[in-house]
């Protein structure tokens, strides 16, 4: 049953218990019909006089490619710029400040960027890919956002835990942590991570046991790799969110990681999101890289220059 039917019903049951002597099934066609043949939402004419339908989501991938520039010299030109990036352009203004649309696409899109940041990653995609999950040393988010340090550690007990439920010794240790984006591993996870593991499986690469770090920093695969003594460890882990799309995800990958490290170890595939590197894909050349990676026995800017 759709919202017209329902409210269709709703108004039917409400006249009928007050007492009205018209049947229900009469009342209930009535609205129907009126329903039917009500006129559309109305546009709201916003600063410049840009027409926004309410009933319009102005988030969407296909709204943000209308130009909103009023009589542009060349509007085939500015449609083939837009399909090209996601950067606000052909936006025009009105006088000295932005239009109504481009106003509150900001600031939903700003809200997107904000909850992928605060929120946490559902338990229940976490239990439903069958991974355990262990907190690094920070105890809150205000403490993870403000003390990076901290999100790159573990307690001797997180240690054992890991320790104790993830094979030793393999080729790989793959794992997934929140970082600055919860909403990227809740967009991404389920799609590369199997893609990943099935592809290294098929090389005959041996793969941990793979589970979830909350409050995690990059760093924090350092001390990961030295607790299972794994060859390459692989953390696919959110990234800072931006007003463009607040689910890109990266794979930052090292070679016989240890703690203090040089960041120019790491080897990084960025850009995963549906408006990017496609999770799938992502999964498929992180498979590739991670191969290459072990014969090299080298990573980061030393894979690059041998």
């Not at 106003?103 to 946490?120: G, I």
């Not at 809150?140 to 030793?168: H, W």
């Not at 496609?278 to 030393?302: F, M, T, W």
Request: proline share 4%; hydrophobic share 40%; with cysteine.
């Amino acid at each position: 049953m759709d919202n017209n039917d329902l409210l269709s019903r709703i108004i039917a049951e409400v006249i009928s218990e007050m007492g009205g002597n018209v049947p229900a099934s009469a009342v209930e066609s009535a609205v129907k019909e009126s329903i039917s043949s009500a006129s559309p939402a109305p546009a709201y004419s916003g600063s410049g006089g840009t027409d926004i339908n309410i009933t319009t989501d102005i988030t969407s991938k296909e709204s943000k490619a209308t130009p909103t520039l009023e009589n542009p010299a060349d509007m085939d030109s500015l449609l083939r710029m837009k399909s090209k990036t996601p950067a606000r352009i052909g936006v025009g203004r009105a006088g000295g400040r932005l239009k109504t649309q481009t106003l509150l696409t900001l600031r939903a899109d700003h809200a997107a960027a904000k909850d992928a940041v605060f929120m946490d990653v559902d338990p229940a995609l976490l239990e439903k890919m069958g991974l355990f999950s262990v907190t690094t040393l920070c105890t809150d988010k205000n403490q993870f956002l403000t003390r990076p340090d901290l999100g790159r550690r573990f307690s001797d007990e997180a240690i054992r835990e890991i320790q104790s439920k993830c094979v030793k010794n393999a080729d790989v240790q793959i794992y997934a942590s929140d970082g600055l984006s919860s909403t990227a591993i809740k967009a991404n996870l389920e799609n590369i991570l199997p893609a990943i593991m099935d592809g290294l499986k098929s090389k005959g690469i041996s793969v941990g046991t793979p589970f979830f770090v909350k409050f995690g920093r990059v760093g924090a695969e350092d001390a990961i790799s030295e607790a299972l003594g794994c060859k390459v460890v692989c953390v696919l882990i959110g990234e800072r969110p931006g007003l463009a799309t607040a689910e890109s995800m990266s794979a930052y990958i090292a070679y016989n990681a240890t703690v203090g490290m040089p960041e120019a170890r790491r080897t990084v595939v960025s850009n995963i999101h549906s408006g990017g590197i496609a999770a799938v894909e992502a999964g498929a050349y992180i498979a590739d890289l991670i191969e290459k990676i072990l014969k090299a026995k080298k990573s980061g800017v030393e894979l690059q220059n041998g």
